[in-house]
Nanobody, 128 residues
Framework: QVQLVESGGGLVQAGDSLRLSCAAS????????MGWFRQAPGKDRDLVAA????????HYADFVKGRFTISRDNAKNTVYLQMNSLKPEDTAVYYC?????????????????????WGQGTQVTVSS
């Protein structure tokens, strides 16, 4: 059973940066592709970014391309989301998720329903 714990959220102003971290424990981190999702009040949860277990393949939602960067450190069992040029519309609860992909090191998973494990989320609030 994998446990995911997000950290790094907070209240910032538009244009600021934040780095979210997601620490994984209880499983074999290098068997998992990872993703960051977000959910704003009254809205569906959306994929923000996803990364293969090797870290060599990534995918971004159009609304964060050029501003956010997903990365992972397999030695630390941690995935990151660097968020730059934050906008008020980025305000949401951000969730980290993991999906078992075994030895397919290039696989990036974008479908929310395929993810096996979820963190509790961290709040990001961007003021204008």
């Amino acid at each position: 059973q994998v446990q995911l714990v997000e950290s790094g959220g907070g209240l910032v102003q538009a244009g600021d940066s934040l780095r979210l971290s997601c620490a994984a424990s209880g499983g074999t981190f290098t068997s998992y592709a990872m993703g960051w999702f977000r959910q704003a009040p009254g809205k569906d949860r959306d994929l923000v970014a996803a990364i293969s277990w090797s870290g060599g393949n990534t995918h971004y939602a159009d609304f964060v391309k050029g501003r956010f960067t997903i990365s992972r450190d397999n030695a630390k069992n941690t995935v990151y989301l660097q968020m730059n040029s934050l906008k008020p519309e980025d305000t949401a609860v951000y969730y980290c998720a993991a999906v078992v992909v075994g030895s397919i090191h290039t696989m990036v998973v974008m479908a929310e329903e395929l993810y096996d494990y979820w963190g509790q989320g961290t709040q990001v609030t961007v003021s204008s």
